[in-house]
């Protein structure tokens, strides 16, 4: 009894050191904490190392205590401090994350990558800053394969080397004409050429050409003269030379202090000869992922103002900044800034442009509305967008037509439009329930349109839009609707049949006379007869949906004697659809079928279908 409570009376004392450890270790971690955050990285080192006197085991000290030593550039310890945080918590991501770039900064890339990969396998959601860490890495290895490679042979005496050192040298020699500049700029760009020679120009700081007071006095200068324009165009053309394919060399270029502002400047200067050349750069850019997060640390609210404008440009500097825009909608983070300007920037900005749009260059107008479109990819942008009455406004107002409205240009919009406009429809809310009879009377006015595109994108509209509105389907029935719709499906092509049949499962949802026309221009049922047959399963239920409704009308189910109605009603009511709707509506309109027109019970004796009759008559009922 002794021995027990004298080990009962350590594990207690123990106990309570641990906990009084602990709580020393933790102010340590704060104080080391702090001192972190102000720049203080040795002082931090020395409160974490006392913290882990005081506790052996924590982790968090170890992480925190390898980040500070990153900070000094100490790469083996953080490793070692690393391993020791994964002997403590064998899952801990930051230890991962730290030691990979510890391994990167020591130039062991294929360690560095295993860290990465390490970080997916605990934590699959971090696929995004994965694929960030090792786009670093694979970028860092490159680099130092291509200067190895550029050094070796500059030693060997390569020629590009030489007069890249050469130009280098005279250009930032001060007190010279600004044609020499220009002239040594332009030879410098032809010698630029290959990825070797964008090493070179990188390792023998080309980058700090700005620093030539001639060279940077032209390069900012407000209102430039010929000769400063000839020099700014020279040195684009050097860096279109330099980037091109090169993001170790796109990353440096805006890393030198104003780049990123003067080439928005220059955007905006009015010269089109800059606006193309700084185009042609920025695209550089937009054509690969890393090229692209470089552009979207640059002042996203202006650079968009500045894009947008360009739809006004009637040559192909409308469709080089339709381009690059299209190439950044896709980027998580292009749709994060959106999302937070929208009101203040984007949305007044596209709402402008489509209140002109006759006046713009209307293929990159209908480049701009696919990129409003890409972006509503993003749920919380559409939901916004969806919102907003001044774009419904600004997209009724694009629609209404005009002098210009046969031409290619306009038609490009329409097309554009409507596709934003089905994105849109996927919301519903108020907004959308307050101009659907304009949104649906526009569309149906498009459905007589010679472009088979516009007509498809037409009809998904009123299948979208219909049901946030009684009127609008009102409306579009007194239109001519449901003969529209027939004429669609009798002519049958795919995607403008699907929603075709949508638009008359809704109209004869809410609308008896949208049955009474079904029923006078579709004798026999023929046309929903032969939907049932199709292999697509929305097709068959909206089908099969329309015919129910149908046959609530007085002879409706008499029509119907002696066709394969009740076989194929039987067959999709008893089939294995993964849509229930099918079997549900089969279901009902088998149920009506032969509650309105008992004759047609006989045929489902001789298919024994009776069960599924009975199984049916509770959707009747319910419906």
């Not at 040195?235 to 170790?248: I, T």
């Not at 509105?469 to 499906?489: P, W």
């Not at 007869?529 to 046959?551: H, I, P, R, W, Y």
């Amino acid at each position: 009894d002794g021995f027990l409570a004298a080990l009962e009376k350590d594990a207690k004392e123990r106990a309570q050191r641990r906990r009084r450890n602990e709580q020393l270790a933790n102010a340590l971690k704060e104080q080391g904490n702090e001192a972190f955050r102000a720049g203080e990285f040795a002082l931090a080192i020395q409160r974490y190392s006392e913290g882990l006197q005081r506790l052996r085991d924590k982790q968090e000290l170890y992480t925190n205590r390898a980040q500070a030593y990153l900070k000094l550039c100490e790469y083996e310890k953080a490793i070692s401090d690393c391993e020791w945080a994964l002997k403590c918590n064998k899952n801990c991501l930051k230890a991962y994350f730290l030691m990979g770039k510890a391994h990167l900064a020591l130039q062991h890339f294929t360690e560095a990558r295993q860290c990465y990969e390490k970080m997916l396998q605990i934590d699959p959601r971090k696929e995004n800053l994965v694929k960030e860490c090792v786009s670093e890495a694979r970028l860092e290895e490159k680099r130092v394969r291509d200067e190895g490679r550029a050094e070796r042979e500059g030693q060997a005496g390569n020629a590009a080397a030489l007069s890249i050192q050469e130009l280098l040298q005279r250009i930032s020699s001060p007190g010279q004409d600004i044609l020499y500049y220009t002239g040594g700029i332009r030879l410098l760009a032809g010698v630029v050429n290959s990825c070797t020679g964008q090493t070179f120009f990188r390792t023998n700081n080309g980058f700090s050409i700005l620093r030539n007071e001639t060279v940077r006095g032209a390069f900012c200068a407000e209102n430039k003269s010929p000769a400063e324009v000839e020099l700014c165009l020279s040195l684009l053309l050097l860096w279109q030379a330099a980037c091109a394919g090169n993001e170790e060399n796109q990353r440096l270029l805006l890393a030198q202090a104003g780049v990123g502002a003067q080439l928005a400047e220059l955007l905006c200067s009015g010269t089109p000869q800059l606006q193309r050349e700084t185009l042609a750069l920025i695209a550089l850019y937009s054509e690969s992922e890393g090229g692209r997060r470089l552009l979207l640390t640059q002042d996203l609210s202006r650079w968009l103002q500045i894009l947008m404008a360009f739809v006004k440009s009637t040559d192909a500097r409308a469709e080089s900044a339709m381009n690059i825009l299209s190439d950044l909608t896709g980027e998580e983070r292009f749709q994060r800034q959106c999302r937070a300007m929208l009101c203040t920037d984007v949305l007044p900005l596209f709402t402008q442009l489509l209140g002109c749009g006759r006046q713009v260059n209307q293929a990159a107008l209908a480049r701009a509305l696919g990129v409003l479109g890409s972006l509503c990819a993003d749920v919380g942008l559409r939901a916004q967008l969806a919102h907003s009455r001044e774009c419904w406004q600004a997209c009724l107002q694009l629609l209404d037509g005009g002098p210009a409205a046969s031409s290619a240009g306009y038609q490009q919009c329409v097309f554009a439009v409507l596709g934003l406009m089905m994105n849109l429809l996927l919301e519903s809310n108020g907004t959308i329930q307050d101009f659907a009879v304009p949104i649906s009377g526009r569309c149906l006015a498009l459905l007589n349109h010679q472009d088979g595109r516009i007509v498809t994108r037409a009809t998904g509209v009123l299948s979208r839009v219909l049901p946030a509105s009684s009127s609008a389907v009102e409306e579009v029935v007194r239109g001519g609707v449901v003969k529209k719709m027939l004429k669609f499906l009798k002519a049958g092509g795919r995607l403008t049949s699907s929603y075709a049949i949508k638009t008359l499962s809704i109209c004869t949802k809410s609308s008896r006379r949208a049955q009474e026309e079904l029923l006078r221009w579709d004798k026999r049922f023929q046309v929903l007869l032969k939907l049932l047959e199709s292999g697509d399963e929305l097709t068959v239920g909206n089908a099969a949906f329309c015919l129910s409704q149908c046959l609530l009308l007085p002879g409706a189910a008499s029509s119907l004697l002696g066709s394969s109605v009740v076989q194929l009603l039987l067959r999709q009511a008893a089939g294995d659809a993964q849509r229930t709707s099918v079997q549900q509506n089969s279901a009902i309109a088998l149920g009506r079928l032969c509650v309105a027109e008992p004759r047609h019970v006989h045929q489902l004796r001789k298919l024994n279908g009776l069960a599924i009759l009975n199984s049916s008559m509770k959707y009747v009922h319910s419906s």
